[in-house]
């Protein structure tokens, strides 16, 4: 029998083992995800990430969980009220008066939960709960609130549990009005505390004491489940990081550590569109959306004061209450238990047309097994599924799908979707056959779709983030989007970076290079995308612009293993810009040259380049994932040094351009930086210098970029 589990459920798909009753399986945890598996093999460096794309004190954050619909607005506005106003007088009561401690035993109330949940709130304050002075009623600061962090989380679960509590009740009073939707309806709930201190040489300047720093993840529940803390999560339930920090001078750190656990966020949960986050300092909390471009920070909400308390009062209320999508999930994806097919799997809704009809339905596709998971905090978040059209069939995929956010707006081709280059590209090869299988199959390609109450709409980050200002504006104006203002004005949708949501359904081709079983066929595969990729620029002047580990696949056909050349998501025209500076997990396959320049005309030398750098990647950590996790194992024992290489991963375009012309400048500089580390007796050690003699020191190379020590020379002819 097959159960689906409705959004108030918990309809939430994500990678790892998710269901504590059924068997574990190997797209859902967490297998075949590509360079992911090695955490330092593929890195985002955060601290520069936050730099660029974090804004603070943006108003507009909490409003992102407001329904679209006025009358559950209202609904969800009265219910905030009602539990700020319960909280308040509980607190009054449990506070200290003259003659009475701040234990208000002997009043008939000190065992009722919402009793308890409020004493410990007003400990969290840090104050006494004083008659009000001016017509409301305040918490008065007895001094520096200095409660160490793993002292702090349980009163902010308090808070958490409190509203949780009179969800329930208010769910059945409003329920009647057939405003709420229970599939809509959940219960915020803490689901683990975790003690993750910094771990440094105690004599050391950075040493920070291990109850500076305490985690709590945030899940979503039935309205059924009980309200207190669920010490066994699924990892489908979770729904947002909590980062508790004591002292202020560790803030940062403490929004370093959310966005790295955002990121495992994204990895694990396969349709995750964006993620909430928050992040609590003493009394005053923080809200963070991470998108693909930017991180928003909300204003601060000071639980010490009656405002701060309602406003995040008013927050969980909206997590609560709202569709899955103000959540940050696709609801066109979704997670099912189905023993009968022997394990769980998901669904995913792909809009096609209807030759019959000509009308454009969702179709649905089936899935247990991704090729490839979200792996970095920004940028498109492209997922690759392993689909096939019946969940009895799942075994044997038929198609693959690539979900993900591609950017539009700059590029002439910014209009040419993937679709239409391989359209080309088949029109001129499958009449003579020659090169008719080394390009993916497209089955069909369109937007995602959201509901926005009555209508739909194309999901993109300018319908999804209308309201919240965006930093890639304003760091093209030059101006500080790391802090930003809240009285920051919004940029109009068509002056931003817009990233589309779309999905694409191809035929079957095989794993991902990065899957093979063997480094032979690396080699080949390899041999048939040089040769597909010339085919393309001699016939067609296409060029693929986003060579990596995820554009070439391995085919096996009737007689041997063949490389399929897939992604032309950022391919253009010769003479074109590529758009690929907008894909910023790509830059560790870029190019020297579109590193640097983001809007120079591309050459089909710079795939070449991208094809190289692939080759050195996989012949440095593996070819698989088993390989992958034996170097990762004797990494972390110490037993291997890190690779150069690795820095071709982390800071901006141009560090990781620079750190290239350093590894490239001579043969020798190439050898010890870069052949030196990978595996002896590999035959993509041997073909990775013969590419880099012909790439970089060929003279008769047209268009190659020749680097020296102290400049760089275009080769003519």
């Known amino acids: 029998m097959t159960t689906h589990l409705t959004a108030g459920e918990v309809d939430l798909p994500s990678s790892p083992t998710m269901v504590d009753d059924g068997p574990d399986h190997p797209i859902l945890a967490g297998e075949d995800l590509g360079f992911s598996d090695f955490s330092g093999a593929r890195n985002d460096s955060l601290d520069d990430l936050f730099q660029r794309i974090l804004r603070r004190n943006c108003d507009a954050v909490c409003h992102l969980a407001t329904s679209s619909d006025p009358d559950l607005r209202t609904v969800v506005g009265k219910i905030a009220s009602e539990i ?4 308040e007088p509980r607190m009054l009561r449990a506070a200290p008066r003259k003659g009475r401690t701040s234990d208000p035993r002997g009043n008939g109330r000190a065992n009722e939960p919402l009793d308890v949940w409020a004493r410990g709130i007003l400990v969290w304050t840090g104050g006494q709960y ?18 160490a962090a793993d002292n702090i989380a349980p009163f902010f679960e308090s808070l958490m549990l409190f509203v949780a509590y009179h969800i329930m009740e208010y769910f059945n009073k409003y329920i009647a009005t057939g405003v709420l939707k229970p599939e809509d ?4 709930l803490p689901i683990n505390n975790d003690m993750d201190a910094e771990h440094t040489d105690i004599d050391s300047a950075d040493y920070v004491d291990p109850t500076d720093f305490f985690s709590v993840k945030c899940g979503m529940f039935p309205l059924s489940s009980s309200v207190e803390r669920q010490k066994a999560p699924a990892p489908h339930l979770i729904f947002a990081d909590t980062e508790i920090v004591e002292h202020l001078e560790y803030y940062e750190k403490a929004e370093l550590r959310l966005a790295t656990k955002t990121k ?27 998108g693909p471009d930017d991180i928003w920070a909300s204003t601060a909400m000071d639980i010490s004061g009656i405002k701060g308390r309602r406003a995040f009062i008013s927050l969980l209320v909206n997590w609560s209450l709202c569709a899955v999508d103000r959540l ?63 969940p009895e069939s799942m075994d044997k995929p038929a198609f693959l799908i690539k979900d993900g956010w591609r950017a539009t707006g700059s590029s002439s081709a910014d209009d040419l979707h993937e679709s239409s280059f391989l359209n080309v590209l088949h029109a001129e090869f499958d009449k003579s056959g020659e090169f008719s299988g080394s390009f993916v199959q497209l089955v069909s390609a369109g937007p995602v779709y959201i509901s926005r109450g009555n209508t739909v709409v194309t999901d993109s980050t300018a319908t999804a983030f209308v309201s919240l200002p965006s930093t890639t504006q304003d760091a093209a104006k030059g101006s500080d989007s790391a802090q930003g203002s809240s009285s920051s ?11 589309q949501h779309r999905r694409t359904v191809a035929k079957w081709a095989g794993n991902m290079i990065s899957e093979a079983e063997n480094q032979s066929q690396v080699v080949v595969a390899v041999a048939d995308a040089m040769a597909a990729l010339n085919a393309a620029y001699a016939k067609c002047k296409i060029l693929h612009g986003s060579i990596s580990d995820r554009a070439i696949f391995l085919q096996q056909t009737a007689d041997r293993i063949r490389g399929v050349l897939a992604e032309f998501d950022y391919a253009c025209y010769a003479g074109e810009s590529s758009g690929v500076d907008k894909v910023p997990e790509l830059m560790l396959f870029q190019s020297i040259r579109s590193l640097e320049d983001p809007k120079a005309v591309r050459t089909f030398l710079d795939d070449l380049e991208s094809l190289l750098y692939l080759v050195c990647w996989l012949g440095t ?15 972390t024992a110490g037993l291997e040094p890190r690779r150069p290489i690795m820095a071709w991963n982390q800071g901006t375009a141009a560090d990781i351009a620079g750190r290239k012309r350093d590894h490239l400048a001579t043969f020798a500089a190439f050898d010890s930086n870069i052949l030196f580390y990978m595996r002896k007796n590999s035959p993509l050690r041997p073909l990775a210098e013969d590419m880099y003699m012909a790439l970089f020191l060929h003279p008769g190379c047209y268009g190659v970029t020749l680097l020296t020590d102290n400049s760089i020379a275009r080769i003519e002819d």
Not at 84 to 87: E, K, N, P, Q, V
Not at 130 to 147: A, M
Not at 343 to 372: A, F, N, W
Request: net charge positive; proline share 4%; glycine share 8%.
């Open 621 to 635: 950590f593996g070819v698989n994932k088993a390989q992958r996790a034996a170097y990762a194992a004797r990494h």
């Open 130 to 147: 004083l008659p009000p002075s001016s017509g409301s009623r305040h918490i008065k600061d007895s001094g520096p609130t200095r409660l």
């Open 489 to 499: 004005k919004v940029q109009r949708s068509s002056d931003r970076q817009v990233r």
């Open 84 to 87: 700020a106003a319960d909280l």
């Open 264 to 290: 495992a966020l994204f990895f694990n949960q396969h349709n995750r569109r964006f993620a909430w986050g928050l992040a609590v300092s003493n009394c005053t909390i923080h809200a963070y959306v991470f």
């Open 328 to 390: 940050g999930f696709d609801p066109s994806i979704r997670y099912v238990v189905d023993r009968c097919v022997g394990g769980p799997y998901l669904e995913i809704d792909v809009h096609e047309m209807d030759r019959s009809t000509g009308k454009v339905e969702p179709r649905t596709y089936y899935s247990q097994r991704c090729l490839g998971a979200a792996d970095h905090l920004a940028g498109c978040h492209a997922r690759y599924f392993a689909a096939s059209g019946s």
């Open 185 to 188: 309806c959940r219960l915020i």
